[in-house]
């Protein structure tokens, strides 16, 4: 097999597809699409309070204890 022939060259595109693959194809491209959406919302939340905590807690330790 030669390195240099690709191997995708060979596929044929068929532009038909049966309606039914098409909208189950969309419907998972959304359902990935919303639960990444739901994670991001999730995790951004989180990271933006655990970036907050830490800043506190460097300004605890910067700062001179009071007197």
């Known amino acids: 097999m030669e390195l240099s022939k690709n191997p995708f060259a060979e596929l ?3 532009a038909v597809c049966p309606p ?9 491209i959304d359902f990935i699409r919303n639960s990444l959406t739901v994670v991001e919302v999730c995790t ?4 933006g309070a655990v ?6 807690v460097q300004n605890r330790i910067d ?3 009071a007197p």
């Open 12 to 14: 044929e595109a068929d």
């Open 51 to 56: 970036v907050l905590f830490l800043e506190l």
């Open 20 to 28: 039914n693959v098409r909208e189950e194809l969309l419907s998972e």
């Open 63 to 65: 700062s001179p204890p």
């Open 44 to 47: 951004g939340d989180f990271m």
